[in-house]
């Protein structure tokens, strides 16, 4: 079988050892070039040994890369690095963004959440959101997918459907998210340091957080009128993993049984989210290392409130998982191709 050919930029970062991880064994792609800034010209595996061995291009930057000869772009750069980038890339080329770069579709909401004004708002316009699940038919068919962010996939995932559904109100939303540092990316940061992090938790970017507007945007969307929730994200001492703890009102007389339901009926399809049974409670365990996505919904003790919980893995199906998700979607390829790999436990 022709295998297409992908470049991964920015790949010396977690997401971009997660692609490689996770493309090595896929059987309709080949990973032909790797670009890196200060470490171009280095093998890969000397920048992650745990990749050593492996039939790898080395790192270049991204002036050497032919692209007339690449299919698929998997960009990994940091924010506000990603828009002029991808503006240069020829039509021949289809592209996966993991930066947030292209994910708000209002570029005054952008300039206004990341300091900056957009610098391709004609790509914005063709930009697709790539939540996988719920936006298949527009990935499919897309030239540009902004994936999305970490937090936001674990938000959206059960909140979209029951909003849709007109079961829980679109007031009151408080989305409680809890990520392992991997999160925050592979660069020396103080608050990232171990003696920082280890046997500690704590909140950051309270009120402010850029995920928050990118949740918003897919409620509201779903619901038809905007929506606005209360999101705090929290660092804990852990490698990877999402855990968001998501406090609901039912509404128009739904149950916490016909919210299971609704979420059980809308994802029984698809290879990666599960709803677990009455009772359990997801756990980062369950998924680390996997594209899975796992969501409980309990009753809360307060009368007509209920409560989500979503985990996923942040480096997969908050980042790179769902990156090879949405690349096999456009291409027509198995969506699980790449992706069965199942998780790590203990």
């Not at 804990?236 to 299971?260: K, Q």
């Amino acid at each position: 079988m022709n295998k297409i050919n992908a470049a991964i930029v920015g790949a010396s970062g977690y997401t971009g050892a997660e692609l490689v991880r996770l493309l090595i064994n896929h059987p309709n792609v080949a990973i032909t070039a790797m670009t890196a800034d200060r470490k171009a010209g280095m093998r890969m595996a000397d920048v992650f040994p745990h990749l050593g061995g492996l039939d790898l291009p080395d790192l270049v930057t991204m002036e050497e890369v032919d692209w007339s000869a690449i299919d698929i772009c998997f960009c990994c750069l940091p924010h506000g690095t990603t828009q002029a980038f991808i503006a240069s890339l020829p039509q021949n080329v289809r592209i996966v963004d993991l930066s947030a770069d292209f994910r708000l579709k209002d570029i005054e909401e952008y300039a206004k959440w990341y300091g900056d004004e957009h610098r391709a708002p004609e790509l914005q316009k063709e930009a697709v959101y790539g939540l996988t699940e719920l936006k298949r038919a527009e990935i499919a068919k897309a030239r540009l997918v902004a994936n999305p962010g970490c937090y936001p996939t674990s938000a959206q995932l059960p909140l979209i459907p029951l909003i849709k559904n007109a079961q829980i109100s679109p007031n009151g939303i408080i989305i409680d998210s809890k990520s392992g540092v991997t999160g925050a990316g592979r660069s020396p940061k103080e608050g990232s340091l171990f003696c920082e992090v280890s046997d500690a938790i704590h909140a950051y970017g309270v009120g402010t957080h850029r995920h928050g507007p990118e949740i918003e945007q897919g409620l509201s969307e779903a619901y038809g009128e905007p929506v606005t929730v209360t999101f705090t994200p929290h660092l804990m001492p852990m490698n990877r993993g999402i855990l968001s703890t998501i406090y609901v009102t039912m509404d128009n007389g739904a149950s916490v049984d016909d919210l299971r339901a609704t979420l059980k009926e809308t994802y029984k399809n698809d290879p990666f989210v599960r709803v677990v049974e009455e009772g359990q409670s997801p756990a980062t365990r369950h998924v680390r290392g996997s594209n899975y996505c796992l969501i409980g919904v309990f009753a809360d003790r307060v009368e007509g409130r209920a409560i989500l919980i979503c985990v996923e893995d942040n480096v997969v199906k908050g980042a790179s998982g769902q990156a090879v998700q949405n690349m096999n979607v456009m291409f027509g390829f198995d969506e699980t191709a790449g992706l069965m790999q199942q998780p790590m436990f203990p």
